[in-house]
């Protein structure tokens, strides 16, 4: 117990350790930047699932070394990933193990069913993210990727420039024209 009484030991440190775990990740990302939470890659995704899932655990701590545990785990994490962002630049095989690859699931207003089959995406999703993205035609739409973070990009309107293709698996190349 921290405090005098059950309750106000109970909402006293819910208070107490929730902010100052909160503080520790905000001092956490100012120190390591932005990228910390940006969802480019699953790596970072994870990250941000890890860093709720510990800020959870440190709001509940019952003792002190619980608590600094948690904070130590969050520092680590950060540091994991600033150093596997680092490396990812230098290695090529690192980036290709942490790295998932976009794939393209629709290309000039047809639906690329291998793609589709690969990514397990239905093909209803697919056509409830067009809806999400204002596509009002298929044949205006140019391409869908699924991100690396399992994002779906919908490109639709005037021709895509080749250059947002760099680097997007294509499936099915027989399907496309």
Not at 5 to 25: E, Y
Not at 91 to 106: E, K
Not at 148 to 177: A, I, M, W
């Amino acid at each position: 117990m921290f405090f005098d009484g059950p309750v106000v030991d109970a909402f006293a440190k819910g208070f107490v350790l929730s902010a100052v775990g909160l503080f520790w990740i905000i001092l956490l990302v100012r120190i390591v930047g932005l990228r910390s939470f940006s969802k480019m890659t699953n790596f970072d995704f994870v990250m941000t699932v890890a860093m709720g899932s510990l800020l959870a655990g440190a709001s509940q701590s019952e003792q002190w070394t619980g608590f600094f545990q948690t904070l130590t785990a969050m520092a680590s994490l950060f540091a994991v990933q600033y150093f596997v962002s680092r490396l990812r630049r230098w290695s090529q095989p690192l980036d290709t193990l942490v790295q998932n690859t976009p794939t393209l699931l629709m290309k000039d207003g047809v639906i690329l069913h291998d793609a589709l089959r690969a990514t397990r995406v239905a093909e209803e999703d697919l056509i409830a993210k067009l809806r999400e993205a204002n596509a009002l035609d298929m044949s205006s739409v140019r391409a869908v990727v699924l991100e690396t973070t399992g994002d779906v990009s919908v490109l639709h309107g005037d021709p895509v420039d080749e250059t947002l293709f760099k680097g997007v698996k294509r499936l099915s190349e027989r399907e496309q024209h």
